[in-house]
């Protein structure tokens, strides 16, 4: 696979979990043709943790309504064992308590299954180089629940007006302010006129700096310090 710069790249390692095999073998098999490297698969919670664990993949694609263990908790823990690994939902439901419940337990994005092959390997795309994806009309939401938890305390966070905190660049914190006003990496590097790849080190470099997880807690820190009105 090659990247936009023009250089060789391994490709994307994906699990597909799912418990309906026909779907599950369908979804594998299109990401594979496509290039992705599926590294596993699972038909249950139980197996889908175990099995990750092992094969390590960059992103996992889940579905909500599994046996044995659902898929919040299947996210949850294994987002909690490799902070780094990138979680797309692909659920039939598109309940607003599903999608927040998959968000607060680590989902990077949310996708319904009506979606069409080439929004799947979009989406996956996407949510490897940790881009937000969600089907339209649930960012909103989404958003909005981040809103919520901003009200929330967050002590894992280092408090940026402490003496001895670390501080951010001003194009760390232009960049923090665009991705908690919603903005996905794409459209912040067209606003910017910076390239992708340069967005998502900002995003990194910013994380590190503030002992954050995910993009779930950079846009509550975000939110909790006005960064979104500005």
Known sequence: MTDTTGEQRDPIRVMVVDDHPMWRDAVARDLSESG?????????????????????????????????????????????????????????????????????????????????????????????????????????????EYRRLASEPAPAAQDADQPGAPQLTDRETEVLRLVAKGLSYKQIAERLVISHRTVQNHVQNTLGKLQLHNRVELVRYAIERGLDDE
């Open 36 to 144: 992705f490297d599926v590294v596993a698969t699972a038909g249950d919670g139980d197996q889908a943790v175990r099995r990750a664990k092992a094969a390590a993949p960059d992103v996992l694609v889940l579905d909500l309504n599994l046996p044995a263990k659902p898929g919040v908790q299947v996210c949850k823990e294994l987002v909690g064992h490799n902070p780094a690994l990138r979680v797309l939902v692909l659920s039939a439901s598109g309940e607003h308590a599903d999608v927040l419940e998959a968000v607060k337990s680590g989902a990077t994005g949310y996708l319904l299954k009506s979606a069409s092959t080439e929004e799947l390997l979009d989406a996956v795309r996407r949510t490897a180089v940790g881009d937000p994806v969600f089907t339209p009309g649930l960012a909103g939401l989404v958003l909005g």
